[in-house]
């Protein structure tokens, strides 16, 4: 095979104030013509940066590259090859490269797309860019055929749509489109498929893999996802800290990891982590419903015209039945959009139900006033999928935990708050000291594990946890759900469990049920369900999840 990219010694050093981070540190890999290359690692690691190197796109004025080669492979116009280092390029050079030669797909669309512009005016852009020669309406014909290739449906009339009138999904395949317009040599695709759900995962995975083998394309390809790795990956490696601890083909980094991190990664799979027999629920000792849904609706009035008037309805939840017995984890499933997170928030009352019956503990709650819903708010919380979001950023750890205490008449006094609240943050293998702190000063997986703790200040019976490690790295999300299982046992809690990721549904959750289009389709014990999904959707949305592929 031969050889299209050698990174060699690369050092990335980015001027934070005072303070200079190592951001990429003596990192050596290869990536050979039409191959993936994984670069696998947790927040931080270095591996967005490492791409950002190869690319060039680091601002000059807080980045600087003490050490190292990027050796690229370079195909000229009239096809003639040249051996460049990126690192001594002129920008001009760089830009010629940038985007015929190596082109990249971000994480976020919607930040990468410029929303006054059509999708087919970036498309033609870059192809002019990269092709003075070229016509406006051979660029046009161009970028219908890209946006086809990925697989945008009606492409002729969709070019002129603007980025908001696309989904997710869409957005991600013109990313694609834009970045295989040019044929280039080398794509950089940098997290592409974190925000998708499941199904559209699946799909972006196999275009991406048509699209490699149709034109030889070799692909680096960022991630901190195993799944996809075992999907994508030749080769990886695996970075922690600005250095590469282990690479090698995909098989023997999977089932043959050589050093402590690799191994402490895979062991933080939700399919690898140890269960606790006492934790599972039998169907004849179940308890009674705690919880008990009949017949709820959340529509959402579509109104257009001068007047405002409703012309119809979007039926986001429409007409559940539900039941959660005490004790019990049940995990609600389905794709972004299909109703999950507002029928969480229509059982706190956070929304109002359209119609229907919300029972907890053989209260109908829909009929309580707002006054009568405030003792129960201290027996139901949530906890909320960004918590950076939901915690006030001015508020000290010690505020955000004492404050609903006073108001629900928890502790006599200021101090003995003040000393629940450091229990409950050492509960969450969090030090006590913290609740001097505000929220700026945690990382994600601590401020997830701030937002538990404020669940837990009121000893609740029951916790919505929506998404709740949607945006943890894999070993956070294994500290997190062995947590969440602890607490079940030690508090009897019951708790709804939002979610989209399958791996942590089977770990967790003793029922689920899928969700699909405001309707539940398919509910049972989640082993059965996972085994044997009857329901045609659920199959779906089985099939479509990546699993690695261990060699038991």
């Given at each position: 095979?031969?050889?299209?990219?050698?990174?060699?010694?690369?050092?990335?050093?980015?001027?934070?104030?005072?303070?200079?981070?190592?951001?990429?540190?003596?990192?050596?890999?290869?990536?050979?013509?039409?191959?993936?290359?994984?670069?696998?690692?947790?927040?931080?690691?270095?591996?967005?940066?490492?791409?950002?190197?190869?690319?060039?796109?680091?601002?000059?004025?807080?980045?600087?590259?003490?050490?190292?080669?990027?050796?690229?492979?370079?195909?000229?116009?009239?096809?003639?090859?040249?051996?460049?280092?990126?690192?001594?390029?002129?920008?001009?050079?760089?830009?010629?490269?940038?985007?015929?030669?190596?082109?990249?797909?971000?994480?976020?669309?919607?930040?990468?797309?410029?929303?006054?512009?059509?999708?087919?005016?970036?498309?033609?852009?870059?192809?002019?860019?990269?092709?003075?020669?070229?016509?406006?309406?051979?660029?046009?014909?161009?970028?219908?055929?890209?946006?086809?290739?990925?697989?945008?449906?009606?492409?002729?009339?969709?070019?002129?749509?603007?980025?908001?009138?696309?989904?997710?999904?869409?957005r991600q395949r013109v990313m694609i489109a834009m970045a295989m317009a040019c044929e280039p040599d080398l794509l950089i695709a940098?997290?592409?498929?974190?925000?998708?759900?499941?199904?559209?995962?699946?799909?972006?995975?196999?275009?991406?893999?048509?699209?490699?083998?149709?034109?030889?394309?070799?692909?680096?390809?960022?991630?901190?996802?195993?799944?996809?790795?075992?999907?994508?990956?030749?080769?990886?490696?695996?970075?922690?800290?600005?250095?590469?601890?282990?690479?090698?083909?995909?098989?023997?980094?999977?089932?043959?990891?050589?050093?402590?991190?690799?191994?402490?990664?895979?062991?933080?799979?939700?399919?690898?982590?140890?269960?606790?027999?006492?934790?599972?629920?039998?169907?004849?000792?179940?308890?009674?419903?705690?919880?008990?849904?009949?017949?709820?609706?959340?529509?959402?009035?579509?109104?257009?015209?001068?007047?405002?008037?409703?012309?119809?309805?979007?039926?986001?939840?429409?007409?559940?039945?539900?039941?959660?017995?005490?004790?019990?984890?049940?995990?609600?499933?389905?794709?972004?959009?299909?109703?999950?997170?507002?029928?969480?928030?229509?059982?706190?009352r956070l929304t109002e139900p359209t119609a229907g019956k919300v029972h907890f503990n053989d209260s109908d709650i829909t009929a309580?006033?707002?006054?009568?819903?405030?003792?129960?708010?201290?027996?139901?919380?949530?906890?909320?999928?960004?918590?950076?979001?939901?915690?006030?950023?001015?508020?000290?750890?010690?505020?955000?935990?004492?404050?609903?205490?006073?108001?629900?008449?928890?502790?006599?006094?200021?101090?003995?708050?003040?000393?629940?609240?450091?229990?409950?943050?050492?509960?969450?293998?969090?030090?006590?000291?913290?609740?001097?702190?505000?929220?700026?000063?945690?990382?994600?997986?601590?401020?997830?594990?701030?937002?538990?703790?404020?669940?837990?200040?009121?000893?609740?019976?029951?916790?919505?946890?929506?998404?709740?490690?949607?945006?943890?790295?894999?070993?956070?999300?294994?500290?997190?759900?062995?947590?969440?299982?602890?607490?079940?046992?030690?508090?009897?809690?019951?708790?709804?469990?939002?979610?989209?990721?399958?791996?942590?549904?089977?770990?967790?959750?003793?029922?689920?049920?899928?969700?699909?289009?405001?309707?539940?389709?398919?509910?049972?014990?989640?082993?059965?369900?996972?085994?044997?999904?009857?329901?045609?959707?659920?199959?779906?949305?089985?099939?479509?999840?990546?699993?690695?592929?261990?060699?038991?």
């Amino acid at each position: 095979m031969s050889l299209l990219l050698k990174v060699e010694n690369l050092k990335t050093y980015l001027r934070a104030g005072n303070e200079t981070v190592k951001a990429v540190d003596d990192v050596s890999f290869e990536i050979n013509k039409g191959e993936t290359f994984c670069l696998v690692g947790e927040s931080g690691s270095g591996k967005s940066v490492t791409a950002l190197s190869v690319i060039q796109l680091l601002p000059q004025d807080i980045s600087q590259h003490p050490g190292g080669k990027i050796m690229f492979d370079y195909r000229h116009n009239d096809g003639h090859r040249e051996q460049v280092d990126m690192l001594h390029l002129s920008e001009a050079k760089t830009r010629m490269i940038r985007g015929s030669r190596i082109a990249m797909i971000f994480q976020e669309p919607m930040t990468s797309l410029n929303p006054v512009f059509t999708i087919g005016d970036q498309i033609i852009e870059a192809l002019q860019l990269h092709n003075p020669e070229m016509s406006s309406a051979a660029a046009r014909e161009r970028a219908i055929e890209a946006l086809e290739q990925v697989k945008i449906p009606n492409a002729a009339d969709r070019i002129d749509e603007y980025p908001h009138r696309l989904s997710g999904g869409q957005r991600q395949r013109v990313m694609i489109a834009m970045a295989m317009a040019c044929e280039p040599d080398l794509l950089i695709a940098d997290e592409p498929t974190t925000a998708l759900d499941v199904t559209v995962q699946a799909e972006i995975l196999r275009l991406m893999k048509e699209l490699q083998q149709r034109k030889g394309t070799s692909i680096l390809f960022i991630t901190h996802d195993f799944g996809v790795v075992s999907q994508m990956a030749d080769r990886l490696a695996v970075m922690r800290l600005g250095k590469i601890v282990e690479s090698g083909p995909l098989n023997q980094v999977i089932n043959n990891p050589q050093h402590e991190y690799s191994k402490k990664l895979l062991a933080s799979l939700p399919e690898n982590l140890p269960r606790d027999p006492g934790l599972a629920i039998t169907k004849s000792n179940a308890a009674p419903p705690l919880l008990d849904l009949k017949g709820v609706q959340v529509y959402f009035p579509i109104k257009k015209g001068v007047l405002r008037r409703t012309v119809d309805h979007v039926k986001a939840v429409d007409g559940i039945d539900l039941q959660i017995p005490k004790g019990q984890i049940l995990a609600l499933v389905g794709e972004s959009g299909c109703g999950k997170s507002t029928l969480g928030r229509a059982i706190l009352r956070l929304t109002e139900p359209t119609a229907g019956k919300v029972h907890f503990n053989d209260s109908d709650i829909t009929a309580l006033h707002r006054k009568q819903l405030q003792p129960l708010r201290r027996e139901m919380q949530i906890i909320f999928q960004d918590p950076m979001s939901s915690l006030n950023p001015r508020l000290t750890i010690a505020a955000t935990l004492t404050e609903p205490m006073k108001v629900h008449g928890i502790g006599d006094s200021k101090e003995e708050r003040l000393e629940l609240a450091k229990q409950i943050l050492e509960r969450v293998q969090l030090e006590g000291d913290f609740i001097w702190r505000y929220p700026h000063e945690f990382s994600g997986g601590q401020r997830q594990r701030i937002g538990i703790a404020r669940a837990l200040a009121l000893s609740p019976s029951f916790i919505v946890c929506d998404e709740v490690t949607s945006a943890l790295d894999v070993s956070v999300q294994a500290e997190i759900l062995q947590m969440l299982l602890e607490l079940r046992k030690e508090r009897d809690l019951t708790l709804l469990f939002i979610t989209h990721n399958i791996a942590v549904v089977e770990y967790i959750s003793d029922e689920m049920a899928v969700m699909h289009g405001g309707r539940i389709v398919e509910q049972g014990p989640t082993d059965r369900i996972c085994r044997n999904p009857q329901h045609d959707y659920t199959q779906k949305l089985l099939a479509a999840v990546p699993r690695v592929e261990f060699n038991h």
